[in-house]
């Protein structure tokens, strides 16, 4: 893979220029085209004191900042050999970076084919100008600016790309001012959570003629993420066909996203023929491998439904949305209040092991406190567990000084917080916000139960007899009246909730499902019953065999109960097992 060449934070913007008129042959072809010259800002890219940005850890955030992961030489030449089917075609590379796509495409052409690339930063848009020799006119300009001034709609046969993924926050206002307008021309709705790569793709369509090819490489998120459902409703109206291609290995050293390839024949439709295609690895990618493979014969609803529904069968999603709107079931937002966990601002400070605790003299003001799901195994945490963990020297501990004045702190607390305000922990983010009483973590309370932020096997609700909090790598649940935290520990173990926490959590490239609050109370819940649950049994079972055996006792006695036949339960079972294993086997590699 290319590796990054020396780039400058988004949110700290090298210094611009204005400039008209625009780079070579093929831009031209643009002014004349329009009567104007495009007007666009120059990005010199890192010479001077910005480069010193490129030291140290400095070159990392500063390419995660503009999203400058560039792409394998083996994806460009696929890209390249899938959308470009002639040699005299047009291609447009939206963001360019120092040209691996580009030279790809124009080894392709003949003389008469030509590539417009668009890149953000001088010195990289000139590795690029270079690479892609007389095909290619480079242009140096952020690509929304690019494209609102020449409109190109509908001109280019093919687009070929690897747009950068970069969050709202970092997203620079003035690039992010012209792409969302792009979209809401698209009768699109960018918020606050959308990221740079949405409007790239929405513009890659707009300049794509009918007919045109699609093939861009895009964060595994364009599946999963519901900010991006109306991208994925658009994408299928814009496409007569659209291939996913996923890869088992990561595509991306040094990053954990996982990364799938969008290829797309442009035509107005009423929904894509979609097509799923599942890799191993690089050595895979062959056209033969890819085209006409893996047809999906599924319609989603795209405002509720995320394409990872395409990797059931038509008969599990006739059963899910089935039981999705079955009243044999709730939800768990019905039995319970989920909420993240405790977000102190600065764990090394507020969460203490005993030995820590006692030798500061802290003891008095801690409370009991999990941080880590691997220290929750099972069903139910019990106050001997939490004090076997104590013992081992976990982190267990969490200082609670309360809202007090600084004068009203007994004398070992005032000691540490000083310690802590040499270390400048005090104006630190979140610490900062609570100045000048920094030391009052709050809405610290001690939940009924815990369910796993991060989870590897199953939604695990965990009954919390130790009397303890978490941190927010673990959510808190609260129970309704009426609802024993041991019955719903026990009861969350079931393949129905389990299969829906696979369809609707997000995974990423590491293996780990991550189900937000909101999600996991939207998850289908058995009710509460006269089923008698034996949680100790089902911890014990948890614990020693795992959650495919757990699941087999469980299911029996609250799926069975509402008359889900061993047929249907079968078939959940067999939702999960698909899903976590496709997930989990990217962890292995
Ligand atoms: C993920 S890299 C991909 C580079 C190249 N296409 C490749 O595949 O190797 C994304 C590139 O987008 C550039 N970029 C970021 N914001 C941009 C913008 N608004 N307009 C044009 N390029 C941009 C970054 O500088 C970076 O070089």
Redesign the pocket.
């Known amino acids: 893979m290319?590796q990054m060449g020396l780039p400058v934070a988004m949110s700290d913007p090298p210094p611009t220029r204005e400039r008209s008129g625009s780079d070579g042959r093929m831009a031209n072809r643009w002014n004349k085209r329009n009567g104007k010259s495009p007007k666009v800002t120059l990005h010199p890219g890192p010479t001077g004191p910005a480069a010193e940005i490129c030291a140290d850890t400095g070159v990392a955030s500063a390419r995660k900042l503009?999203?400058?992961?560039?792409?394998p030489a083996e994806v460009?030449a696929f890209l390249a050999e899938w959308a470009i089917r002639g040699p005299c075609v047009h291609v447009l590379?939206?963001?360019?970076?120092d040209g691996?796509?580009v030279a790809a495409a124009a080894s392709r052409l003949a003389e008469r084919g030509h590539i417009i690339a668009?890149?953000?930063?001088a010195d990289?848009a000139e590795k690029a100008r270079i690479r892609g020799g007389p095909q290619a006119a480079v242009i140096n300009a952020?690509?929304?600016a690019w494209f609102a001034d020449t409109r190109p709609d509908g001109a280019f046969d093919a687009v070929l790309?690897?747009?950068?993924f970069i969050r709202y926050q970092d997203f620079p206002e003035e690039?992010r001012r012209i792409a969302f307008g792009l979209m809401h021309e698209e009768d699109l709705h960018p918020s606050r959570l959308t990221n740079?790569w949405l409007p790239f793709v929405t513009v890659a369509t707009r300049a794509l003629r009918i007919g045109g090819r699609l093939a861009l490489?895009l964060p595994a998120e364009l599946l999963q993420v519901s900010y991006s459902a109306e991208l994925r409703e658009y994408l299928t109206r814009k496409y007569s066909d659209l291939t996913v291609v996923t890869f088992r290995k990561l595509l991306f050293q040094g990053i954990q996203e996982e990364t799938v390839l969008l290829l797309g024949v442009r035509g107005d439709s009423f929904g894509a023929r979609m097509s799923f295609v599942e890799l191993d690895g690089l050595d895979d990618l062959r056209l033969d491998r890819v085209n006409g493979n893996g047809r999906v014969n599924v319609d989603l609803d795209h405002a509720r439904e995320k394409w990872t529904q395409y990797y059931l069968s038509p008969a599990e999603l006739g059963l899910i949305r089935e039981l999705e709107e079955s009243d044999a079931f709730t939800r768990l937002g019905q039995l319970a209040q989920i909420d993240v966990g405790i977000v102190t601002g600065r764990n090394e400070f507020f969460v203490l092991t005993e030995q820590e605790a006692k030798s500061h003299g802290l003891l008095p003001w801690c409370v009991r406190l999990v941080g880590r799901s691997a220290q929750i195994p099972g069903l139910v945490l019990r106050p001997k567990e939490w004090q076997k963990l104590v013992e081992e020297g976990g982190k267990c501990f969490l200082l609670q000084l309360g809202n007090v004045d600084r004068d009203a702190l007994p004398e070992s607390a005032l000691n540490y917080v000083r310690l802590g305000e040499r270390a400048g922990y005090h104006r630190q983010y979140k610490c900062r916000l609570r100045l000048p009483r920094w030391w009052n973590v709050p809405s610290v309370w001690t939940p009924d139960a815990f369910l796993l932020r991060q989870i590897h096997d199953g939604p695990r609700v965990i009954d919390n007899r130790a009397g303890a909090t978490c941190t927010d790598t673990i959510h808190r649940v609260r129970t309704v009246k009426g609802i024993d935290p041991a019955w719903l520990a026990a009861a969350s173990l079931n393949s129905l909730t389990v299969a829906f926490a696979e369809i609707r959590g997000r995974s990423y490239g590491g293996g780990v499902l991550e189900l937000e609050p909101t999600e996991a109370e939207g998850l289908p819940f058995p009710r509460l019953g006269a089923q008698y649950l034996a949680v100790d049994d089902l911890d014990a079972c948890a614990r020693r065999y795992g959650v495919r055996q757990t699941l087999r006792e469980v299911d029996r006695v609250v799926l069975g109960a509402v008359g889900l036949s061993n047929r249907d339960i079968e078939v959940l079972r067999g939702i999960w097992r698909k899903l976590y294993e496709r997930r989990i086997s990217r962890k292995r590699r």
């Open positions: 290319t503009r999203g400058g992961y560039y792409t460009a590379e939206p963001s360019a970076g691996e796509i668009v890149e953000l930063y990289e952020d690509f929304f790309g690897n747009p950068p690039h740079a490489v």
